[in-house]
């Protein structure tokens, strides 16, 4: 069995006997083959409805994966600065947020944005909110599910859960129609190499599936590999059965990951990192990674080989935009998903 231990969760093969086809005639959502899609769709959906909108506010902090979509649909991007305890520059906002503005909010990391901000000013200024669950996709805020907050919400399974596609768009505004959609596609192949992940040796480092879903963008380039509109863009029905099962088992992963995350907290050395400490790890918070800034470069590089020489995935989250926060290039995010045991782990890496 493969020991790696990633960001994502690996697909089990045995679920496939345990795909749930109950869910179909409730469902309030549409869904996309993965967050990207579900944010493009969205968006055609919002611009058709309301085709005065142009300029999208997006955070400085954020991956290509999302400017894709935007940047297909021709908007008008601004970035807004998100310093390095992850809070937004609400100053800017206000001065600059009118009824024509679209801003897309970013949960970070499974932890909630400043709703309570955002909400207050759409209710000032009618601009239109979407929030961004992606890495976010069972936390809530003040008891409220995040997928109901914003004018339109969309979230990721693949980062998640051990699926191979899939992603909810939710219009919580009535005015933009939902089609709620069941429509799924097969697996394709590198879907099919995905699920085969778990059965990897160790010893093979070179991942399987959907490697270059990430790769370097350039808006100005082709970028077909990454994001194609017009390519076949449902989940597919592996996932599409199965995602059920997951939501099922939501207090169990969260109290899964909460556990892994605590453990890189006390595992990992206060002189070398910066600790987000107005991340809060409450009842309504599942974390997607334990996120820390490393202190220098150095240092960042350090660890990021400390993961490879133990089969432990540990990344670098940050773009190369220039007007990026510089502690904020230094994150780094290190794995807890639910079915390992961090903490275990750890202990055995330090015996080795
Ligand atoms: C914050 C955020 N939003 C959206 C996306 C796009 O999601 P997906 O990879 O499911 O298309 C990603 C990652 O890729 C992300 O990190």
């Not at 206000?94 to 970070?108: H, L, R």
């Not at 003040?142 to 191979?164: I, T």
């Not at 309504?284 to 590089?301: G, L, Q, R, S």
């Amino acid at each position: 069995m493969n020991k790696q231990l990633t960001i994502q969760p690996n697909f089990n093969i045995i679920d496939i006997f345990k795909m749930d086809f109950s869910h179909k005639n409730k469902s309030n959502y549409e869904l996309y083959k993965s967050g990207r899609y579900a944010l493009y769709f969205g968006l055609k959906n919002i611009l058709s409805t309301n085709p005065k909108l142009k300029n999208v506010y997006i955070p400085s902090f954020v991956c290509p994966q999302v400017l894709m979509p935007l940047n297909s649909l021709k908007l008008n991007l601004v970035f807004y600065q998100i310093d390095e305890n992850l809070l937004i520059d609400k100053d800017f906002l206000e001065k600059n947020i009118n009824s024509e503005c679209i801003i897309i909010v970013i949960n970070y990391f499974g932890f909630s944005s400043d709703w309570e901000f955002f909400d207050s000013l759409k209710n000032k200024t009618s601009c239109t909110l979407i929030s961004d669950n992606c890495h976010s996709l069972f936390s809530k805020y003040k008891g409220k599910e995040l997928n109901q907050y914003g004018d339109l919400s969309f979230n990721s399974f693949r980062k998640n859960l051990p699926l191979l596609s899939g992603s909810q768009l939710f219009y919580n505004n009535m005015d933009y129609k939902n089609s709620a959609n069941i429509k799924m596609r097969s697996p394709n192949l590198s879907e099919l190499f995905y699920m085969m992940r778990s059965f990897k040796p160790s010893f093979i480092k070179s991942r399987l599936g959907d490697t270059k879903l990430v790769g370097h963008y350039r808006p100005d380039g082709n970028n077909k590999y990454f994001f194609d509109p017009s390519s076949e863009n449902k989940i597919d029905l592996i996932s599409g059965n199965l995602f059920n099962n997951y939501f099922k088992c939501v207090h169990s992963i969260t109290s899964h990951r909460q556990k892994n995350y605590r453990a890189w907290l006390n595992y990992l050395p206060q002189s070398e990192f910066i600790f987000i400490n107005n991340l809060i790890l409450d009842k309504d918070t599942t974390p997607y990674v334990f996120p820390c800034i490393a202190k220098n470069e150095d240092i960042m590089h350090k660890w990021i080989q400390w993961g490879n020489r133990r089969n432990i995935s540990i990344i670098n989250w940050s773009n190369k935009r220039e007007d990026l926060n510089t502690k904020l290039r230094l994150m780094l995010l290190f794995p807890i998903i639910p079915d390992k045991n961090v903490k275990k782990i750890l202990e055995d890496v330090d015996k080795n």
